[in-house]
């Protein structure tokens, strides 16, 4: 079922920490996922993404790390920065390119 | 070069009107989606465009809702007899081709209030 509430999971951290977001996800079809990241006022922007056949990815300061016996995503941010301070949200693909987005997480960076 | 733009940024309208809501997709990208976002929620999948046809539409809630890109290059949405349900952020994205892995470039979206 849908989880429906105005209150995101938050994550706060400091500046200069490494930050790990997580995002559960429910269908085994799933074959691609993508992290977004989405600052107030703005659109989601593209972070990284991994198809179901890696388990780990890696781009700048950022790895997305897939567990595919537990549906289990995580996006780790290595040497967080204030301007890293956004919502974040995976997204799944099953079998199409329509992504489908979970509830987002609220990161918060402490200068 | 110049990412999606949408207009307008916001929009306050009362219950029962007309509305449309414009997006510019980066040039030479061929498929246009539109999402709605609820606060605190993730997009939500309205409608895609590959070229000027509405290759799935699965995601309008009623047929309240329509859009259009006739020439294969700018969309607008089209809300009828607006409902206070329908107050969201619209957001509009584009990509080269539509296929997995092709990345969906957002615009900042339009905030629409329905009073």
Not at chain 2, 20 to 30: A, K, M, N, W
Not at chain 2, 45 to 74: C, H, K, M, W
Request: contains cysteine.
């Amino acid at each position: 079922g849908e989880s429906v509430g105005l209150h995101l999971p938050t994550l706060s951290v400091q500046e200069g920490d490494n930050s790990i977001i997580n995002c559960a996800y429910s269908n085994s079809a799933s074959d691609y996922f993508i992290w977004y990241k989405q600052e107030s006022g703005k659109g989601p922007q593209f972070i990284i993404d991994i198809r179901s056949n890696m388990d780990k990815r890696q781009g700048q300061r950022v790895t997305v790390l897939l567990n595919k016996t537990v549906k289990h995503l995580s996006l780790q941010i290595a040497a967080t920065q204030p301007g890293d301070s956004a919502v974040y949200f995976c997204a799944e693909n099953i079998g199409s390119y329509i992504p489908t987005f979970g509830r987002g997480t609220s990161l918060i960076v402490h200068p | 070069g110049a990412g999606v733009s949408q207009t307008p940024s916001n929009k306050v309208t009362e219950k029962g009107k007309y509305v449309e809501l414009r997006c510019d997709p980066i040039s030479g990208h061929t498929a246009l989606y539109w999402y709605r976002q609820s606060l605190g929620q993730g997009p939500e999948f309205l409608i895609y465009f590959q070229g000027t046809g509405a290759a799935d539409d699965s995601g309008l809630p009623n047929d309240r809702f329509f859009a259009v890109r006739p020439e294969g290059s700018v969309s607008t949405l089209k809300i009828q007899r607006t409902e206070r349900g329908d107050s969201a952020v619209y957001l509009c994205a584009s990509s080269f081709n539509a296929r997995v892995g092709d990345t969906q470039y957002f615009g900042p979206g339009t905030r629409l209030t329905v009073l």
